[in-house]
């Protein structure tokens, strides 16, 4: 374990209490505002947000871990990349599994007015339990990526990579977030999602990364 157990449950704590603050009281004025000023905000947004697309740092970590353990022959540098590969895979994963349990209406719920606000999981409470679970397998089915939006999967992505930089390169710890800060809050610009899914996002990535990182940090950290 990297940190105590008393700094892992401050943190969880902490954006728990902040996804919920967002939720019930900025996430809608928030969303409100950057619907209405789609033109100045959406496209730069969008184009911010390649940056946390997972793909570049699958490739990354692929074509690392061929270098370094097949040309460049470095051990370390090669689990590290391993490592890099790994964290996006899981955290990626739990990120998937949370979009589909949660499955959130995404602020285009809102659009125009209209006010689709929530999540399927806590809604029609009135249907019996199997009823409840067709409904929700069906609504994402026939509208999957409308229903996606908690926790902020490029959010999950980037911080994942803040974690990793973190911990291999704390020296550079100020730019790592505010690089990271950026890309997440372009998923807001970009009216994909809320700020409450952003700090999900942050959540899920960073525990991710410790987790795998507290498996493999005697191969990760090892001298050769």
């Not at 809608?28 to 905000?41: C, R, S, V």
């Not at 940056?51 to 590290?80: C, D, T």
């Amino acid at each position: 374990m990297i940190f105590s157990k008393k700094h892992y449950f401050i943190f969880i704590s902490s954006f728990i209490f902040m996804i919920l603050f967002s939720y019930f009281f900025l996430d809608k004025t928030i969303a409100h505002y950057f619907l209405t000023h789609t033109q100045t905000y959406e496209k730069i947004g969008h184009f911010i947000s390649i940056g946390g697309e997972s793909h570049w740092y699958f490739a990354a970590a692929i074509i690392g871990f061929v270098l370094f353990r097949y040309i460049k022959k470095n051990e370390v540098y090669a689990q590290r990349a391993l490592f890099l590969l790994y964290i996006n895979l899981f955290s990626g994963l739990i990120s998937l599994v949370l979009k589909h349990l949660f499955a959130r209406m995404r602020p285009w719920g809102m659009r125009e007015g209209a006010d689709e606000y929530g999540f399927l999981l806590f809604q029609n409470f009135d249907m019996g339990f199997i009823e409840k679970m067709h409904y929700h397998l069906n609504t994402l089915i026939d509208a999957s990526t409308v229903y996606l939006s908690f926790p902020s999967g490029h959010t999950t992505t980037v911080f994942t990579i803040f974690t990793y930089l973190s911990l291999l390169f704390p020296r550079y710890l100020s730019l790592w977030l505010s690089l990271a800060l950026i890309l997440a809050s372009s998923r807001i610009l970009a009216n994909d999602h809320f700020l409450s899914d952003i700090f999900a996002g942050i959540l899920v990535g960073t525990l991710c990364s410790l987790y795998i990182y507290s498996k493999m940090k005697e191969k990760i950290e090892k001298v050769y």
